[in-house]
């Protein structure tokens, strides 16, 4: 009865009364964790369940409740529980994966953020953050007061740009942060430029494919549409639009129907042209048939004329069969011809041998019948025709010899007639007599009876022209004589005077003889004028003498000179070109000096003619001294055709060259013919070295077609290894040995920008490496947070909050002892840490490069002149990492709290950001 006086407030049947007992059950304590648990499954009550499952600590049990779908309300406590206890310091290392299992039952965006920015492990905190899918929520992770590395994660999963440059706002200050977004718009507006690249070479392509569906087919046509199509299938057709997917597939489709009638055509063309073959070859083994037929017709015999028609009309059946009639009329028409000259054979055979069996040969009748009979020189002529042509030609030889015979005995007359008729012509009367005396008497013999009328007419012509002579000469030879009289009185000049008389002598003399009684009387007056007016040329024809001379002493003296030359040392030394030269001019004056005395000459040019061979001799021999150079040098230039350094051959080739132009310009027909044969071995290698010039090219191209390609990869692996959630030092050092290997071309444009990130990924893997430092660190950091709030409302005479052991870290374990100790006990350690507090932003101030205070140079330099003794005294062992020692002097800040001084506090944290940005 009085059992119900003693019962558990949290068995009350109220339901207010087991609320407030529930608020005072733990549940870490054991006994009070069963309690709740009993409560949870048992009690009536909702809210007694919810308050019971909002103390439960038990991992099994607040997943299961988050999973169940029963109750709602329940489910939320449950999960909000989930998410208290994630971002407790309670979750040890040993419970974190039992933790992230629990997490993985969590959906809710904003229990995931709470999870992710509160959450005391980082691995808890990547897990929620992977959860979420808002950008804005990942906004708020990438600009919060997280893990860097957290941070970064997040910002790389912000798709949204604008979110993207709101971050970039908040992270001025955050340089790895600020690198990362801007590397991931930049990432954006790349791909936004490569879309529209996209959609203009769509467009383009579209364009040409349309272009190509309205033009008629051509030869490359649909090689052209395959690498259309080609291009048009490497696209990204994601970002193209629907509108220009349609027009490409309705171009593709007219490009086909193109192509297929093309291929259509292609195969009628080529039935066709099997037809037109097979036809052809019909035609061909057609007209095979003719030639052979004819052929062998030609040199067949007219017995087998039968065996000829049969295969004939054969033939001219396959030819109008194949329509070849036209075609092949004229070999038709040869054969018929055959056929037709034996069928005449056949008729006039026995008149043929009716004629040669006669004791005479008739050969009129002969030729007659050779004539009817017309036999082609292209047949083979039977034995009869033979005798027939053989008896014919002895016949008509006989009469031919018996002609010549006759031609000849007459020719000599013949001859003798011509020329008496050209004497006529010319006037020549005495000479015109002596032939008509020698021909009288022979004119009267039998075989020169048809040239008597010939002989009579030249003899009539004889005598008018002997009457004429007499009245035409008298005249012009008195005028001969006027003339040569007046140059008797009225003389001219020297020579002028000279050549008017003898002119005058030569016409006295064309004149011929005259057959007159005055004819003496005149010769003999032109003979005393003529001897008057030569006696004026005497002096002209003294000064012509005296220049004779000079000129034969000037040939004299240049005759020495070549002999004096020729003797000389200077002589078998001297260049062909020079030698050329002499001999030109040695001649063009020999040529000058004149006219000489001929007798006296004649000895003087026979030693310049010597001299002159000499000098020819001279210049042949070095013109072929020069040729066999010239030669060599052919030789060898054919011999660089066979190295195989066509670089070095060419270069010899051009020295060669130089050694041919310093040999000068030889004979002309040798020196051409030994010039095309260098020329063309010249042009040879030197076209051999275009080759090996070009092929080298390429090589380098492709060589560096290669490099780049090995960058592009390079760029890929040093992205890959950025998103790797951790690296390790072989990577990098194996991109830097990738990134050197390049060529320098390829290294200068991305020098600064894989520096950077070497420098991150070093960054990251300082990080990676000294990971427990950097939670102790965060964990450190939340935990001062906390006591600086605590140790501030003490010293402000405020009730400081409740703080447990587990919500701070162990190197703040003092600070915690002085915080239960009260007000005396922290201002105590305030006095403590002072000196300490100063020195630690002196030393952050170093590391940081930053110049201290003037109060602090002195305790400045003592810790420099320390820290340099230290240093000798451990040089065997390796440093600490300057981003270590930053941290580590960070977290004996935290330890050598609180800070009271503003001013140091304002120091050591400028410090520690300036520090921050440099390392």
């Known amino acids: 009865m009085f059992a119900r006086f003693f019962r558990p407030k949290w068995q009350h049947p109220k339901v207010e009364v087991r609320l407030q007992a529930v608020s005072l059950l733990q549940g870490n304590n054991p006994d009070q964790a069963k309690i709740l648990l009993e409560l949870l499954h048992q009690d009536s009550a909702t809210e007694v369940r919810a308050a019971a499952l909002a103390r439960i600590q038990d991992w099994d049990t607040l997943t299961r409740f988050a999973g169940d779908n029963a109750d709602s309300i329940l489910r939320d406590v449950a999960i909000r529980r989930l998410a208290d206890l994630l971002s407790s310091n309670g979750v040890t290392d040993g419970d974190q994966q039992g933790a992230l299992q629990c997490l993985e039952k969590v ?96 467009e383009h392509l579209c364009e040409s494919l349309e272009a190509l569906a309205r033009t008629g087919w051509f030869p490359h046509y649909k090689a052209k549409l395959e690498g259309i199509s080609q291009q048009w299938h490497a696209l990204n057709h994601a970002v193209l639009q629907s509108t ?135 047949l083979t002529a039977p034995d009869l025709l033979s005798e027939s042509y053989t008896r014919l030609g002895v016949v008509k030889k006989a009469a031919r010899e018996a002609k010549v015979a006759e031609r000849e005995s007459r020719q000599p007359i013949e001859n003798k007639l011509d020329q008496m008729a050209r004497h006529l012509k010319a006037g020549r009367s005495k000479a015109a007599s002596r032939i008509a005396s020698q021909l009288e008497e022979r004119m009267q013999e039998a075989h020169l009876l ?228 260098f020329r063309e071995c010249c042009d040879e290698l030197f076209q051999r070295r275009d080759s090996v010039l070009q092929a080298q090219k390429v090589e380098r191209l492709e060589r560096f077609e290669a490099a780049n390609q090995e960058a592009e990869r390079f760029d890929q692996v040093l992205g890959e290894v950025i998103n790797q959630s951790r690296i390790n030092e072989e990577q990098i050092k194996t991109l830097i040995q990738q990134f050197q290997s390049l060529p320098s071309v390829l290294q200068e444009p991305r020098q600064e920008h894989v520096d950077e990130q070497l420098e991150m990924l070093e960054q990251r893997l300082l990080e990676q490496q000294h990971q427990p430092l950097m939670t102790l660190l965060q964990q450190t950091r939340s935990a001062a947070a906390v006591l600086a709030e605590a140790e501030q409302a003490i010293l402000s005479d405020k009730a400081a909050t409740d703080i447990e052991p587990s919500d701070t870290s162990e190197p703040l374990a003092t600070r915690l002892a002085a915080i239960r100790q009260g007000k005396s006990a922290i201002l105590q350690r305030v006095d403590e840490v002072s000196e300490a507090q100063r020195m630690l932003c ?78």
Not at 315 to 327: C, D, N, P, T, Y
Not at 852 to 878: H, I, N
């Open 244 to 378: 220009l997917l349609q027009r490409f597939e309705h171009a593709a489709e007219q490009c086909q129907q193109v192509v297929k009638a093309e291929l259509q055509r292609q195969e009628q063309e080529e039935s066709a042209r099997h037809l037109q073959q097979q036809q052809a070859e019909q035609r061909s083994a057609l007209i095979s048939a003719y030639t052979q037929l004819l052929e062998q017709a030609r040199s067949a015999l007219p017995e087998q004329a039968s065996h000829f028609r049969q295969a004939l009309s054969q033939i001219v059946q396959r030819a109008a069969e194949l329509g070849m009639s036209e075609q092949t009329s004229k070999r038709h028409s040869d054969i018929s011809n055959i056929l037709s000259v034996w069928q005449r054979y056949a008729e006039l055979s026995p008149q043929l041998e009716s004629v040669l069996q006669g004791e005479e040969t008739d050969s009129e009748r002969l030729s007659e019948l050779l004539k009817q009979l017309e036999w082609p020189d292209t």
């Open 450 to 677: 048809s040239l008597q009328p010939r002989f009579a007419q030249l003899q009539e012509q004889l005598h008018e022209l002997v009457d004429w002579q007499g009245f035409a000469i008298r005249p012009k030879k008195e005028q001969l004589i006027a003339a040569m009289q007046a140059l008797a009185t009225s003389p001219l000049a020297g020579a002028e005077q000279l050549a008017r008389i003898r002119k005058y002598n030569q016409e006295w003399r064309g004149l011929g003889t005259d057959p007159t009684s005055t004819a003496q009387d005149l010769w003999q007056a032109f003979r005393e004028a003529s001897d008057q007016a030569f006696a004026h040329c005497q002096s002209y024809l003294e000064e012509q003498a005296a220049l004779r001379a000079d000129n034969l002493q000037k040939r004299q003296q240049l005759t020495t000179q070549l002999e004096e030359f020729i003797q000389s040392s200077a002589f078998p030394s001297a260049e062909g070109n020079f030698l050329e030269q002499l001999r030109h001019t040695a001649r063009q004056q020999w040529q000058a000096y004149s006219p000489v005395e001929r007798q006296e000459s004649e000895t003087l040019q026979a030693r310049f003619d010597v001299y002159m061979e000499q000098l020819s001799d001279a210049i042949v021999s070095y013109r072929k001294q020069q040729e066999d150079a010239k030669e060599a040098i052919v030789n060898e230039t054919v011999e660089l055709l066979s190295w195989t350094d066509i670089i070095a051959a060419t270069r010899r080739a051009k020295t060669l060259q130089q050694d041919w132009k310093a040999l000068g310009q030889g004979r002309r027909r040798q020196d051409q013919v030994l010039w095309q044969r």
């Open 842 to 919: 002196i030393r952050m101030e170093l590391l940081a490069g930053l110049d201290s205070p003037e109060q602090d140079q002195s305790l400045r330099m003592q810790y420099q002149l320390g820290k340099l003794q230290a240093s000798m005294a451990q040089a065997d062992k390796g440093t600490v990492p300057l981003f270590v020692q930053m941290h580590e002097l960070e977290l004996e800040w935290y330890e050598n709290g609180p800070v009271i001084n503003a001013v140091l506090q304002n120091r050591f944290h400028s410090a520690l950001e300036k520090a921050k940005a440099r390392y």
């Open 107 to 202: 959906s809710q965006p904003d229990v995931l953020l709470h999870i992710a920015l509160r959450a005391n492990a980082l691995p808890l905190q990547q897990a929620a953050m992977a959860r979420l899918e808002d950008d804005y929520a990942l906004l708020k992770i990438a600009s919060g007061q997280v893990d860097q590395s957290l941070r970064i994660q997040a910002a790389e999963r912000i798709n949204d740009r604008e979110v993207l440059e709101q971050l970039l706002k908040l992270c001025q200050n955050h340089k790895r942060l600020q690198r990362t977004v801007r590397d991931k718009l930049n990432s954006y507006k790349q791909q936004e430029k490569d879309a529209d690249q996209q959609r203009q070479q769509g």
